[in-house]
């Protein structure tokens, strides 16, 4: 895996991955014109544990019609400013599904499966929890 980061213009990059996906990211802080690469990291884990909690919930075919996490995360007030605790919150939209499948797929997807969070695990305290939302039946 390989990526790589160009330097745009004031605190602008643009970052490139391998397969040749690109998006900018901006060191500004609040001003910044696109997301912090710490910022970056949170949707990382987000994005990586939601592939892993759709992918489960299929295979088990739930009746899913939206899957979100909600990522929280705390920093150490010192440089290097590292998390500290990240949470997650998944919130998994759908018709009849169930808890026990829900569960399992974001258990197994926080200790097993995604990368992202077992890397992030190493320097900081991750919490997940979740809620099932029941969609409203079809007209």
Not at 52 to 72: T, W
Not at 113 to 138: D, F, G, K, N, T
Request: aromatic residues 4%; glycine residues 6%.
């Amino acid at each position: 895996m390989q990526a790589s980061v160009k330097w745009l213009d004031g605190m602008r990059f643009v970052a490139t991955s391998g397969s040749g996906h690109a998006l900018v990211m901006d060191g500004s802080g609040p001003e910044g014109q696109a997301a912090s690469p710490m910022e970056m990291v949170l949707m990382a884990v987000g994005g990586c544990s939601s592939v892993d909690v759709v992918s489960i919930l299929k295979k088990a075919r739930q009746d899913v019609a939206d899957v979100e996490v909600l990522v929280k995360a705390d920093r150490a007030d010192t440089t290097p400013r590292v998390f500290t605790r990240i949470e997650l919150e998944f919130v998994v939209t759908g018709r009849n599904v169930s808890e026990t499948h829900v569960q399992r797929a974001v258990a197994l997807s926080m200790d097993k499966y995604c990368s992202v969070s077992r890397m992030l695990e190493q320097a900081a305290e991750i919490h997940h929890s979740y809620r099932i939302v029941e969609s409203e039946p079809s007209a």
